[in-house]
Nanobody, 124 residues
Framework: QVQLVESGGGLVQAGDSLRLSCAAS????????MSWFRQAPGKEREFVAG????????SYADSAKGRFTISRDNAKNTVYLQMNSLKPEDTAVYYC?????????????????WGQGTQVTVSS
């Protein structure tokens, strides 16, 4: 239904900032729940942040609260993840995901549409 392409990853130092972008194409983008997940080496994929289409309510993992901000621009079919005060433990491949409906945001198995991921590496 939706094709997703992430960008904006890179190599930064602890304390720096990055903004990830996810460009989407498909049907009724503005109605989709959009979320960011990440997967570090040797670990399972985990939920980072999500945003709903109507009302724009957001949800964050405890590790992201106060440092990361998710937002969307429906006119550009794009969702963003602003990451501040980055830590080495934030190092991972970050994935954009999309789904329809009003189900809770964090279960990764509820998402049918995934991007290929963008690498974020934070040095200490």
């Amino acid at each position: 239904q939706v094709q997703l392409v992430e960008s904006g990853g890179g190599l930064v130092q602890a304390g720096d900032s990055l903004r990830l972008s996810c460009a989407a194409s498909g049907r009724t983008f503005s109605s989709y729940v959009m979320s960011w997940f990440r997967q570090a080496p040797g670990k399972e994929r985990e939920f980072v942040a999500g945003i709903r289409g109507i009302g724009g309510s957001t949800s964050y993992a405890d590790s992201a609260k106060g440092r990361f901000t998710i937002s969307r621009d429906n006119a550009k079919n794009t969702v963003y993840l602003q990451m501040n005060s980055l830590k080495p433990e934030d190092t991972a491949v970050y994935y954009c995901a999309a789904k329809e409906g009003v189900a809770i945001m964090y279960p990764d198995y509820t998402y049918k549409n995934w991007g290929q991921g963008t690498q974020v590496t934070v040095s200490s």
